[in-house]
């Protein structure tokens, strides 16, 4: 037996590993790796004392069969035999059978931490959900959208009496006349660079100088007057009606627009 652990120290000071290594690489307490080089079997745990030859045979390069096998022969007091079973016996002698893998501790420890872990994770996910479904949803607000108003106005309501003596008296009753109020939406869509003057709701000129990919909506009550200096550029739509081709490009144009379309068309910009 001693003549075996010291051919396992010498295998490793061959490779010039150290036993910090060794326990390092296997996780194998060196207190351990040190029992199986002095030989000192009786403070290794018994059920690991293959699994710790295995892996110290994996780090030092050596023949892992061969040191569970001479381990084995020791164990049952055996002394080894160098080069193997003689040739007469090997054909009788069935295969060795490989030892059973050694499940260390170490893995199991693992194992636990990333259950708790994931069952961690998954608490935490449940929590969350149920603090979303508990909290009161916001009805979703429908934007409103606006259409068109009409205003109807009654000029005048005749009322009409009559008196026993058959003479009949007219009263007029006056009612304040508004104009009909009828909102419409102008959306411009630029294909190329264009200068605009837009006067809407009979207020000042607006100007403006837009760009190819850019596009403008206004709002308007009344009728809206558009002055374009690249009517081939732009594309108009009133009420999301397409106008169609405005003109070529480079033509100036000077547009009336209302609610059902354009109602004026004038080549040339006007004052």
Request: net charge positive.
């Amino acid at each position: 037996m001693k003549h075996f652990c010291e051919e396992l120290k010498a295998a490793r000071e061959y490779k010039k590993v150290s036993l910090e290594q060794i326990s390092t690489i296997t996780k194998i307490n060196i207190s351990y790796l040190k029992a199986l080089e002095d030989g000192r079997w009786d403070v290794l745990p018994e059920p690991y004392i293959k699994g710790f030859l295995k892996a110290y045979a994996q780090c030092v390069g050596m023949n892992v069969m061969k040191v569970l096998k001479k381990y084995d022969e020791l164990e049952k007091g055996v002394e080894p035999v160098e080069g193997g079973l003689p040739e007469d016996q090997q054909k009788l002698a069935p295969p060795t059978p490989p030892p059973p893998p050694i499940k260390s501790r170490f893995p199991a420890v693992k194992i636990r931490t990333y259950g708790l872990l994931y069952g961690l994770l998954v608490a935490a996910i449940v929590v969350v959900g149920v603090i979303v479904l508990r909290k009161p949803h916001k009805p979703v607000e429908k934007p409103v959208v606006e259409t068109e108003k009409t205003v109807m106005t009654v000029d005048t309501i005749r009322v009409v009496t009559q008196k026993p003596d058959s003479t009949i008296k007219t009263d007029s009753v006056k009612v304040d006349s508004t104009p009909v109020i009828i909102q419409f939406s102008i959306l411009a869509s630029f294909r190329d660079r264009c200068y605009m003057e837009v006067v809407v709701n009979d207020t000042i000129t607006q100007k403006y100088l837009f760009q190819s990919g850019q596009s403008k909506m206004w709002v308007s009550e009344k009728l809206v007057k558009m002055k374009l200096l690249n009517a081939g550029g732009v594309n108009i739509k009133i009420n999301g009606n397409d106008q169609g081709v405005l003109g070529a490009s480079g033509q100036a144009l000077t547009l009336l627009l209302g609610p059902d379309g354009i109602i004026e068309r004038t080549e040339g910009s006007t004052p």
